[in-house]
């Protein structure tokens, strides 16, 4: 249990400026993370291995890629119990993201609204934190998993988009357990396009190609998956499923775990916010509302792709509850964000002890 419970401190943080907020905390953790002070905030790591994608994770709850977009504080966000941590977006060149402000609280639905942008330092400063990290240094049990998630510069054409995918991919290979390509930013103008039927098969026929030359090269296979958004009807997601199908399977049908998908990221609607303060702003919606959207997106997934598909939940988690509730919907991990922001560690924990409740 931490020191210092999230409670007293979620006032004083929230009396901020949401960015001012995040930037603040994420500086805390980077100080603290390789001192003993890191007790303040560190939870016991549930133990409940699974196995997905040929990876074995110490429990099936982490954390959702947006956080920590530079990767500074891999070290510290472990000692908070995740068992993987996906930390991104990173782009080949340093941006600085949109205009702020760019994040809004919506308290009363415990949910944000962020048009960040893919705000980052770019691909050499992020491998840099990424190789200082730690964490699989732990002696004993299952380590825990590491994520990279990749993207698009702004500057960067649409046409074009495969061009930064590929360096990013080059790039945080050899360091990654797993590779995630974001194509569902709302905030990255015309990104969402790359979900379409034609577009996205030509990504990922590059993506996954480029995977077995660098596979061979470091001797290693890495899964990659694909970040998708909430805002799919059916046919949307029946398209995609049947893209990812035909680059994640043998001949004979059954996934081969080198390809998997994410559902979802932020929300375009505002149905669930509307009326209230901050709810017209532009941006991606996270938070409690998108849970039953991306339950929805996940229980389409596996029906398309059948059982041995990974698949990754994200999207509206802030309770125990929520979290089984992605299991239940057919995710075999679940990724928690804005639940953290608005719950503390302690969400950590309370969610990987019911998902490890359910093999009981």
Not at 118 to 134: C, K, S
Not at 137 to 156: F, V, W, Y
Not at 273 to 285: F, I, P, Q, S, Y
Request: net charge positive; aromatic share 6%.
């Amino acid at each position: 249990m931490s020191l210092l419970p999230y409670g007293a401190a979620r006032p004083f943080l929230f009396g901020m400026d949401p960015e001012a907020a995040h930037e603040l905390t994420l500086g805390a953790i980077a100080r603290l993370q390789h001192s003993p002070l890191t007790c303040l905030y560190s939870e016991p790591r549930v133990n409940d291995p699974f196995t997905l994608a040929g990876l074995g994770f110490p429990n099936r709850v982490g954390l959702a890629a947006g956080l920590d977009k530079n990767a500074r504080c891999i070290d510290g966000l472990a000692a908070m119990g995740f068992g993987f941590v996906e930390v991104g977006t990173v782009t080949p060149k340093g941006q600085p993201g949109n205009p702020k402000p760019r994040m809004f609280r919506i308290p009363e639905r415990q949910a944000l609204i962020n048009r960040l942008g893919f705000n980052n330092e770019g691909l050499d400063a992020f491998l840099a934190n990424v190789q200082r990290a730690r964490f699989r240094a732990e002696r004993g049990g299952t380590p825990m998993r590491l994520g990279l998630n990749i993207g698009k510069n702004a500057s960067t054409p649409i046409e074009r988009a495969t061009d930064d995918y590929l360096t990013c991919l080059d790039g945080v290979y050899p360091h990654a357990d797993y590779v995630t390509v974001n194509i569902s930013s709302p905030n990255t103008q015309n990104l969402r396009s790359l979900q379409s039927d034609a577009a996205l098969d030509a990504l990922l026929g590059a993506v996954m190609e480029r995977r077995e030359q660098l596979a061979q090269r470091h001797g290693r296979h890495i899964p990659v998956f694909v970040k998708i958004a909430p805002d799919l009807d059916d046919a949307q997601i029946a398209v995609i499923a049947a893209t990812l199908k035909r680059h994640g399977c043998g001949s004979d049908g059954s996934a081969t775990g080198a390809l998997g998908v994410i559902g979802t990221n932020t929300t375009l609607s505002r149905e669930a916010v509307k009326g209230l303060r901050h709810a017209g702003e532009t941006g991606g919606l996270s938070g409690a509302p998108v849970l039953e959207a991306s339950n929805r997106v996940i229980r389409a997934l596996r029906a398309a792709l059948g059982p041995g598909f990974p698949i990754i939940g994200v999207g509206g988690v802030l309770s125990a509850d929520d979290a089984v509730s992605k299991i239940a919907a057919g995710a075999d991990l679940v990724q928690i964000y804005t639940g953290l922001i608005y719950r503390g560690p302690a969400l950590v924990r309370e969610s990987a002890q019911a998902i490890a409740a359910l093999r009981r």
